[in-house]
């Protein structure tokens, strides 16, 4: 299962993202024209520490931060000598990763930067840390790696399977579905870990590969399954818990300039 290969799948953490699965933060991982002279972490924390998408900024300078699916641990680094650099940003930072191998290697990067107590060892899809609630909740490129469940349409046409109870719970839109889908079941269930972990007016932020109208599809990387996002789903979803959501391109979040110029190949270091 996609569990237990986070828990013991993972051998290396720095070979996983430079050979089996690629990321857009391990690809930007060193600063770069596109992102402004940025590498990724450090432009994702300025796109982030602006009051319109974090507003709590507006009442208090200090924030409590997790990260959810902390991978090598390069991003929150980046991140955290980014706000560094930010006038009157004081960030408290914790990590929650699944994966011995990946934690292994983010305490490690992240020595000078994180105490041991802000790493915790948890599934993102069923975290719970009594008494801890954060001003700002991150999930960047990690939701692709939770469970799916199945939807099938039956003889009387209505939804069967163990997904027909989120297409209900949520009322998902189901008027362009195939006879058979899957949806983003763990997705749905971190959603709903987040709300429950946030300070009143915090703000989650989630980025995964996926299409607002799209139904979930395989990618298949060396090693594990993953599958793209239906964000309209997950919209849908946060709303009918509380949420109010906004959808944006990574290229309008970040400010990327797909214009520059870049070398795409395959297993460049």
Request: one cysteine or more; a negative charge.
């Amino acid at each position: 299962t996609i569990i237990d290969f986070h828990l013991h799948g993972i051998e290396d953490a720095v070979w996983e993202f430079d050979q089996i699965e690629p990321t857009v933060n391990h690809s930007f991982r060193f600063p770069h024209e596109a992102l402004g002279g940025l590498d990724y972490g450090s432009r994702f924390c300025v796109s982030t520490l602006q009051p319109d998408v974090v507003p709590l900024l507006k009442s208090s300078s200090r924030l409590e931060v997790l990260e959810v699916g902390g991978g090598t641990g390069s991003f929150a680094q980046s991140f955290l000598k980014q706000a560094a650099s930010l006038n009157g940003t004081n960030v408290n930072y914790h990590i929650l990763d699944l994966s011995p191998a990946l934690m292994e290697n983010q305490r490690k990067l992240l020595a000078e930067l994180l105490p041991e107590s802000s790493h915790f060892h948890q599934d993102a899809t069923e975290f719970d840390l009594p008494g801890r609630t954060f001003d700002l909740i991150i999930s960047n490129e990690v939701i692709a790696d939770f469970p799916v469940a199945s939807v099938e349409r039956g003889s009387d046409r209505t939804w069967r399977g163990e997904g027909a109870y989120y297409v209900d719970k949520y009322a998902l839109a189901d008027e362009d579905a195939p006879d058979s889908f899957v949806v983003n079941s763990g997705a749905f269930r971190f959603i709903e870990r987040a709300w429950k972990h946030l300070t009143p007016g915090g703000t989650l932020i989630v980025s995964e590969y996926g299409a607002e109208h799209q139904y979930p599809v395989a990618s298949f990387n060396l090693n594990h399954d993953e599958y793209a996002i239906h964000f309209g789903h997950l919209a849908a979803c946060a709303a009918k818990i509380g949420f109010q959501c906004r959808l944006l391109t990574l290229k309008e979040f970040l400010g990327l300039d797909d214009e520059v110029l870049v070398l795409s190949g395959r297993e460049e270091h």
